[in-house]
């Protein structure tokens, strides 16, 4: 078993900043690409950003240069970096893993996601 708890969430004014991050514990052999993804109410989830198991970053175009997604493998965390909130930002962003187990078999987890509220 997995677990990916995510932290680093809450209201912020627009144009402020916030890092969140997503821990992975449990039966892990290997952390392959990790991700943060996002769900405002109302809309579909949408992602924002992965990363490889390498640190080869993909955020979402319309992220581009106020997102960075990053990891420390040692600490099995991903991190994300937002600048220049805006209201549209608001939604429950959750952290999304592919685990190889000890079993050599190949899952994909999901957090239970962390409120950002940005205000105007």
């Known amino acids: 078993q997995v677990h990916l708890v995510e932290s680093g969430g809450g209201l912020v004014q627009a144009g402020g900043s916030l890092t969140l991050s997503c821990e992975a514990s449990g039966s892990i052999f290997s952390l392959n690409a990790m991700g943060w993804y996002r769900q405002a109410p109302g809309k579909q989830r949408e992602r924002v950003a992965t990363?490889?198991?390498?640190?080869?970053?993909n955020t979402a175009d319309s992220l581009k240069g106020r997102f960075t997604i990053s990891r420390d493998n040692a600490k099995n965390t991903v991190y994300l970096q937002m600048n220049s909130l805006k209201p549209e930002d608001t939604a429950v962003y959750y952290c999304?893993?592919?685990?190889?187990?000890?079993?050599?078999?190949?899952?994909?987890?999901w957090g239970h996601g962390t409120q950002v509220t940005v205000s105007s």
């Open positions: 990363i490889t198991s390498s640190s080869t970053a």
């Open positions: 999304n893993a592919e685990v190889t187990n000890y079993n050599r078999l190949t899952f994909m987890y």
